[in-house]
């Protein structure tokens, strides 16, 4: 169980969450404003995060140039405890081989993608790729402590996606923070988009043509629907995306920062006790929970005053 622990990262209130939001051409009138709303929301939602810095680049203001000289930047000021959170919305391609984000001039592979991430320090970092063929670019841009999320399963899933759409919506309802401790991880997100565009093709009595799928360091292949109990998507369960409602005020708080810290580790204790569960004498198990259970209610009722 150890090689768990070391996934599990504290929340850095001090640090810095460097956002990338990407926003490519549409090709056509409908999904040219598609997608400049979306990069107008997923900026406004990312700006108001504690400790944000947000680059922006969409429509004919998105170049390989500026995203490469963006990233760099990042990777000279960010620092260990930073988290790097990149979001790719628009249509995407796939030739057999390289999978690329349909951009103004040269478009981008995921390859290059990858080469621009490879200096950045930040320990956490989650790519969010919700583009058609999106599936294709998980290979390229899996790497150690990160995680990938990808709006299909392959390259040859070619249509355009709605997961963007409900990415967002995960990003602004409180319902996607399933553990309710004000912060949505990438796999409470993804589990909330994933869910919400399964049901958009249900409801509307189409043949699901996206599968989503989201990776990180203990899955080369991606999972559909990761199952924590068995240590899967674990570095995705403590990557933060956006913070909620009072986790915004009391962030600026060194008292709270300490009480939240606290409560974090809590949270990670328990993440453990449940995978080691199976190994564990169900009374030591229940007491341990208990145990545990309590500390974090206590943390919270001073987070609450």
């Not at 169980?1 to 810095?16: D, G, I, N, Q, Y």
């Not at 939602?45 to 004919?60: D, E, I």
């Not at 956490?124 to 709006?151: F, M, P």
Request: hydrophobic share 40%; glycine share 6%.
């Amino acid at each position: 169980m150890r090689r768990f622990a070391l996934f599990f990262l504290p929340l850095p209130l001090l640090a810095t969450t460097w956002y990338v939001n990407l926003g490519g051409l549409g090709g056509q009138e409908d999904y040219e404003s598609r997608f400049k709303a979306q990069i107008e929301e997923l900026n406004k939602l990312t700006a108001a995060a504690p400790g944000a810095r947000v680059f922006s680049f969409a429509g004919p203001a998105l170049s390989k140039i500026k995203v490469r000289d963006a990233l760099a930047q990042i990777a000279r000021e960010a620092k260990p405890d930073d988290t790097l959170v990149l979001t790719l919305i628009g249509h995407g391609t796939f030739d057999g081989s390289d999978y690329k984000f349909n951009i103004p001039g040269p478009d981008i592979s995921a390859k290059e993608l990858a080469l621009w991430l490879l200096p950045v320090p930040a320990k956490r970092q989650l790519v969010v790729n919700t583009t058609s063929a999106s599936g294709a670019s998980l290979a390229d841009l899996r790497q150690e402590g990160r995680t990938v999320i990808t709006a299909t399963k392959s390259g040859t899933e070619k249509l355009a996606t709605v997961f963007a759409r409900f990415w967002l919506e995960a990003l602004r309802d409180p319902q996607s923070d399933a553990d309710k401790n004000d912060i949505v991880s990438a796999l409470e997100a993804y589990r909330y988009a994933d869910t919400k565009t399964t049901k958009y093709f249900e409801s509307n009595q189409r043949l699901a043509s996206e599968h989503a799928l989201i990776a990180d360091t203990s899955s080369s292949q991606g999972w559909r629907t990761p199952d924590s109990t068995k240590g899967e998507a674990m570095v995705a369960m403590r990557m933060p995306v956006l913070v909620f409602g009072s986790l915004q005020n009391a962030a600026k708080s060194p008292e709270k920062q300490t009480l939240l810290r606290q409560r974090e580790e809590l949270e990670q204790r328990i993440d453990n006790l449940k995978l080691r569960k199976a190994a564990m004498p169900a009374e030591q198990y229940r007491l341990e929970m208990r145990n545990l259970l309590l500390q974090v209610a206590r943390v919270q009722q001073e987070l609450d005053k």
